[in-house]
C-alpha cells in the first residue's frame, strides 16, 4: 500500500505528542526497566484521582488516560501552572511479553504497571538427539 506523506502534518503530530496541547497536555513522564523475569513501568501522575485513570490494551499497544479536572471558575487564580484536562500514553509491548497478566498499581501518584516476560520468551533448554535416535545425555 503506497501512503502520502505531509512533512508539516507529521511536524504538527510530533509536536502535539510532546508539547501537547491545551485540550490534551503531553505530561505523563515514564520510567521502565526489567526486573527478573517482569518489566516495570512507572508513569508520574500527581493530582489524579484514581477513578479517573483508565487503561487499555488492544493489539500490544497499552493507552493509558488520566483526567485531572480544571480549576473551579470560582477561585481567583493566582498561578496555574500544572497542566488540566485529559492525559494520554501510550506503551507498545513486545511480543515476548504476557499481555494477560499486567497489574495496575496508583500510589503517592505514580502508577506502575508490572507485565510479565511471557512464558514462550523466556530461555529453555533444548534436548539434542543423536542421529541415530538416541538421546545425548548431557553431564
Known amino acids: 500500500m503506497l501512503m502520502r506523506t505531509d ?3 507529521d511536524l504538527d503530530r510530533f509536536t502535539q505528542q510532546v508539547l501537547g ?12 526497566w526489567r526486573e527478573g523475569e517482569q518489566f516495570v513501568v512507572e508513569l508520574d501522575l500527581p493530582g489524579i484521582d484514581p477513578g479517573s485513570l483508565d ?28 497542566s488540566r ?5 501510550q506503551v507498545f509491548l513486545g511480543d515476548g511479553l504476557d499481555a494477560e497478566h499486567i497489574s495496575a498499581d496508583y500510589t503517592d501518584g ?3 504497571l508490572r507485565i510479565p516476560v511471557a512464558e514462550r520468551a523466556k530461555p ?16
Do not use: C, W, Y
Not at 21 to 32: H, K, Q
Open 7 to 9: 512533512p508539516f502534518r
Open 21 to 32: 496541547t491545551s485540550a490534551r497536555p503531553a505530561v505523563m513522564p515514564i520510567d521502565a
Open 55 to 82: 487503561l487499555d490494551i488492544e493489539r500490544n499497544v497499552l493507552t493509558v488516560r488520566a483526567e485531572r479536572p480544571a480549576l473551579d471558575s470560582g477561585r481567583e487564580v493566582i498561578a496555574a501552572e500544572r
Open 85 to 89: 484536562g485529559v492525559f494520554s500514553r
Open 110 to 112: 505514580v502508577l506502575r
Open 124 to 139: 529453555r533448554k533444548i534436548q539434542v538427539a543423536r542421529g541415530d535416535g538416541h538421546k545425548v545425555i548431557n553431564a
